[in-house]
Each structure stands twice: as structure tokens, then as C-alpha cells.
């Protein structure tokens, strides 16, 4: 499957974007879905996941009720909706696939098989 997002761009602190990220080739259902998020000198960092029906969603302590991930199956997108924004949110921020997962969806970056290219988001004070 291939994986681009976009949507991100700068905000100031306490405002709001929405991630989208659009899937291409594999039946996008047979996917549990996730964004992750690294800034600059730091390791890649779990934000959110989603179950391929979107009835199961997991979420980063930092983003928990700021951040809503969902998908819609019928246009092959998955999206992450930033709200009250914090200049430590800012981040290169990819979208992820984990094909078939056989349990619920993973926090874990290597649990998932293909990787979007990243896009930026950068939240100023």
C-alpha cells in the first residue's frame, strides 16, 4: 500500500489542523492504521492508532483528548484531528499501516509494514 499525508502546516498554540492521509493498492480495511509523530534529535513517537472498522482507537498520554484519529474506509483516508495545539506537538508526522493485525491497534512502530512520507507541523508560542 502506499501512504501520503498532508494537512499539516504552522499554527499558533492552541489552534487546530487535520492530518489526512490517503492509502492506495491494498484493500484499505485489511489495515489497522496509526501516526506517529519525531522531532528533530528525538526517536519516533506513538500519537495515535485505529482498528480497521475504526471501532477501536488508541491514543499518547500527551495527545488524549486533544487529538481524535478516524478513517473513513469508502475514500481510503485515515485523519488526525489536532486541537489545542502546543509548540511541543511540533513534529514531522507520518501515517503508518499495520497490514492484518491480529489484535488491537499497536503503539508499537515496528508493528507497522508501510510508512507515509511525513508532513510537517510546527506549533509557535
Known amino acids: 500500500v502506499q501512504l501520503q499525508a498532508s494537512g499539516g502546516g504552522l499554527v499558533q498554540a492552541g489552534g487546530s489542523l487535520r492530518l489526512s492521509c490517503a492509502a492506495s493498492?491494498?484493500?484499505?480495511?485489511?489495515?489497522?492504521m496509526g501516526w506517529f509523530r519525531q522531532a528533530p534529535g528525538k526517536e519516533r513517537d506513538f500519537v495515535a492508532a485505529?482498528?480497521?472498522?475504526?471501532?477501536?482507537?488508541d491514543y499518547a498520554d500527551s495527545v488524549k483528548g486533544r487529538f481524535t484519529i478516524s478513517r473513513d474506509n469508502a475514500k481510503n483516508t485515515v485523519y488526525l484531528q489536532m486541537n489545542s495545539l502546543k509548540p511541543e506537538d511540533t513534529a514531522v508526522y507520518y501515517c503508518?499501516?499495520?497490514?492484518?493485525?491480529?489484535?488491537?491497534?499497536?503503539?508499537?512502530?515496528?508493528?507497522?509494514?508501510?510508512w507515509g512520507q511525513g508532513t510537517q507541523v510546527t506549533v509557535s508560542s
Open positions: 503508518a499501516a499495520d497490514y492484518l493485525p491480529a489484535g488491537p491497534p499497536s503503539n508499537w512502530y515496528r508493528q507497522y509494514d508501510y
Open positions: 485505529i482498528s480497521w472498522s475504526g471501532g477501536s482507537t
Open positions: 493498492g491494498r484493500t484499505f480495511s485489511t489495515y489497522a
